[in-house]
């Protein structure tokens, strides 16, 4: 797959946490759309939104979704539009963790060179968990993806390491912000390492039914 140019326009769809986000980048600079109240059906319009506000379909020169950990339902929902948009439009669509994502973007913009661990909520009273760290550049994962009970994931933590639920770390906006840092912080930085094949949700467990 070929490099991007310095200045790529990306489209960002990140519905895997409690927040529902997409983003455009567009000659450097990022701008979001929040659809929470609105969920998966809103994600269409706020996409045409952002388009109409600040490029077009045709500078569209990649899709970017995360793929998770973290709703069942969202993750299908943006990895499904990715997909979509993409074979429609005849761009590459990639898909990288938004645990990784996140963990890239905080760690490299603050120069951390500590652990960072990253909780979400899975329901059930279980947790989702990750751990990374930034070595020469490069983000490296310390402890994969995974379920914990939710008793069990203060154990997780070293006394030096860094959480998500420090309010140091991570501060209410920041909720919504995933899709502004899989845009921001994918360009050249990420595109590289990403999947280059469509994006596939990241499923720890089996989904709930009713």
């Known amino acids: 797959m070929a490099s991007l140019p310095d200045s790529p326009t990306l489209l960002a769809i990140e519905l895997s946490g409690s927040a529902s986000t997409v983003a455009l980048l567009h000659n450097g600079t990022v701008h979001q759309q929040d659809f929470t109240a609105a969920r998966g059906k809103a994600l269409m319009p706020a996409i045409q939104d952002l388009l109409h506000d600040n490029a077009t379909k045709e500078d569209l020169q990649g899709i970017l979704v995360g793929t998770g950990p973290g709703s069942y339902t969202g993750l299908r929902i943006a990895c499904a539009a990715g997909i979509t948009l993409g074979y429609a439009l005849e761009i590459p669509v990639l898909g990288y963790g938004s645990f990784e994502t996140f963990a890239f973007s905080y760690l490299k913009e603050n120069?951390?060179?500590?652990?960072?661990?990253?909780?979400?909520?899975?329901?059930?009273k279980e947790t989702y968990h990750a751990?990374?760290?930034?070595?020469?550049?490069k983000l490296q994962r310390v402890t994969a993806p995974e379920v914990l009970p939710q008793e069990e994931s203060i154990c997780s933590l070293s006394t030096s390491a860094l959480y998500l639920e420090d309010p140091t770390v991570f501060q209410p906006e920041a909720k919504h912000q995933f899709s502004?840092?899989?845009?921001?912080?994918?360009?050249?930085?990420?595109?590289?390492?990403?999947?280059?094949?469509?994006?596939?949700?990241?499923?720890?467990?089996?989904p709930a039914y009713a």
């Open 131 to 137: 751990s990374f760290r930034l070595q020469q550049g």
């Open 111 to 124: 120069k951390i060179s500590k652990e960072l661990h990253l909780f979400l909520d899975a329901f059930r």
């Open 180 to 206: 502004y840092h899989l845009a921001h912080f994918f360009g050249q930085d990420l595109w590289d390492t990403a999947k280059k094949f469509p994006p596939s949700p990241l499923y720890l467990r089996p």
